[in-house]
């Protein structure tokens, strides 16, 4: 017999929504839940309309991957206008903090307060921190600025994610992931391109600046088209967990940011900081044990699945995620392509990582098996890493594409799996938690990598530029500016030589580094427990068996 949606009414098995069909719609019961207690039908909410919702939704994933992706091909005029090259990296990293920050808040507080409103909420902050950053006028402003974004940021994918897991049950929302992970795709193929283009035929300003339209789009249809049950939990924040949080990534990305750069390792300050980070991580943990709505339930960790899934995100967050800012410092300042040829160049990454995460959902939604898919993206990542750091200024630009592709592709074959993972053994009354915990996981490993790469990167940098060049070529030129072909062309051309063989020295260390903890990653995956994806949310499945019961001794009667 029909299989039955969430609304009640009778579809056939197996579809999910296609741009060209009728278009549906779903009234998602309206719940009440404790903090202990299940998930109890008090009512109906209003018909969402299911086309709109998954464009808005759609728009938003692609604004919060366009901005990760765009602003990485004008970084390097960014710091050839304001300077800063020895702090550049905090244009990713604030946003990286502020987002990774506010994730696990936002699924939290999508749980408490409805995960409409804080969508809204997270999308209007994204919005002004676009605004404000499109306007800086110095590094420091800029840093502020994207401080703002990514606050908004850490709310649009947990919000989208939260969204779909409400709607839908595991299998059904894998179609949904899927649709997602193309347009994920599309925007990390489009971001180097439209950054460059945007870079060299207006200004480095309007990357920021393009998301307004976007998210101006998202905000209508979402305000509109979009009703999810009423939320009827008590709201007990977790202010104490939410702040020993904040302060312990804090306290890890600066220790990772300076050490190295501004202070050796075993300076106090980066000794400070690294124990004051694990100490209040500790501090965190024994908060959380105690609060009745915690940021992170700790009860999540019992299951294997989702403790694996959030290992392997940090570790793919620390690689895949933490590399693309260096990618396109080798490609603009080594092989000197300007940011439009950059982000063409970066264009064949992009595509693997497309076709790896299409292809990879798509099989995992005709599974429902989705264990290997980690597994094998940690082991060609090592493969990847490897070869990317045996590039110099020798290397031919086709053989960098080449590997930059098997680095793309290791990148998205672990994009959606580990959310499918993770929502697929949860109870719906954490899904807004799960989500953020995954996502927040992958955050937290992208900050680090960020910091961490950057700074070994700029410790050899400073090493090999001192080595390499002449004394004094470039007195009275500002190295942060080298970065810019402008400033590179000016040179001579031994010295501009020695610059880019500097470049690419310093960003072998770089990759190598990515190698063990891509090797750890492979060994978490290894340990994942191969389940099918269910049909029903976790708990739902009892009655689910006796609705079908009823309907086959009536059907039989």
Not at 329 to 341: E, F, H, K, L
Request: glycine letters at 8%.
């Amino acid at each position: 017999m029909p299989h039955r949606s969430d609304a009640g009414r009778p579809r056939p098995a197996g579809r999910g929504w296609h741009p060209l069909q009728p278009e549906r719609r779903i009234t998602v019961p309206s719940r009440t839940t404790g903090a202990d207690g299940p998930l109890t039908t008090v009512g109906s909410a209003p018909e969402t309309r299911i086309k709109p919702v998954i464009t808005a939704c759609m728009l938003a994933v692609f604004l919060a991957m366009l901005d990760s992706q765009i602003v990485a091909t004008a970084l390097p005029r960014i710091v050839g206008d304001l300077g800063g090259l020895d702090v550049f990296a905090w244009v990713t990293t604030a946003y990286i903090i502020a987002a990774s920050v506010t994730t696990p808040v936002y699924g939290k507080l999508g749980d408490l307060f409805g995960r409409k409103k804080i969508f809204l909420i997270s999308v209007t902050v994204f919005l002004a921190g676009s605004a404000l950053s499109g306007a800086a006028q110095s590094m420091d402003q800029l840093i502020l600025f994207r401080t703002v974004q990514g606050i908004g940021a850490g709310g649009l994918f947990v919000s989208v994610l939260a969204i779909i897991g409400e709607l839908f049950n595991p299998r059904e929302a894998a179609k949904y992931f899927n649709l997602f992970g193309i347009v994920f795709a599309l925007a990390a193929l489009a971001g180097p391109a439209v950054g460059g283009a945007l870079t060299d035929l207006l200004s480095w300003h309007w990357v920021f600046l393009i998301n307004l339209p976007v998210g101006i789009v998202v905000l209508v249809l979402v305000s509109t088209c979009l009703h999810l049950p009423r939320a009827d939990r008590v709201a007990r924040i977790d202010y104490t967990g939410f702040v020993l949080l904040s302060a312990a990534i804090v306290a890890l990305t600066l220790a990772a940011s300076w050490g190295g750069v501004k202070y050796e390792w075993l300076d106090w300050r980066i000794l400070g900081l690294a124990v004051g980070a694990v100490l209040l991580a500790v501090a965190f943990v024994a908060a959380e044990r105690r609060a009745p709505e915690p940021v992170i339930p700790l009860h999540l960790f019992r299951d294997s699945t989702f403790s694996v899934s959030v290992l392997v995100s940090v570790a793919a967050g620390i690689v895949f995620l933490g590399s693309v800012n260096f990618l396109a410092i080798y490609i603009q300042v080594v092989t000197g392509a300007s940011p439009t040829m950059s982000g063409v160049v970066l264009l064949p990454m992009m595509f693997g990582l497309v076709a790896s995460s299409v292809v990879s959902g798509a099989a995992i939604t005709k599974t429902g098996r989705y264990k290997w898919y980690p597994v094998l993206s940690m082991a060609t990542g090592i493969v990847g890493a490897l070869l990317l750091a045996t590039m110099d200024t020798g290397t031919p630009r086709t053989v960098v594409i080449a590997y930059m592709l098997v680095f793309g592709v290791a990148a998205g074959l672990n994009m959606q799996v580990l959310t499918m993972a993770a929502q697929n053994t949860a109870p719906r009354d954490d899904i807004g938690a799960v989500h953020a915990t995954v996502s927040f996981a992958r955050q937290l490993g992208t900050t680090v990598g960020i910091s961490l790469f950057a700074s070994i990167f700029y410790n050899r940098l400073t090493e090999e530029i001192a080595d390499r060049t002449p004394p004094g070529a470039l007195r009275g030129i500002d190295h942060d500016a080298l970065s810019s072909t402008e400033t590179l062309d000016r040179l001579a051309e031994p010295v501009r030589n020695a610059v880019e063989q500097s470049y690419a020295a310093a960003l072998t260390p770089v990759f190598l580094t990515a190698v063990p903890v891509l090797l750890l990653g492979l060994l978490a995956a290894l340990t994942m427990k191969n389940l099918p994806l269910r049909g029903e949310h976790q708990g739902e499945e009892h009655q689910a068996g006796n609705h079908r019961e009823h309907e086959r001794a009536a059907e039989e009667s």
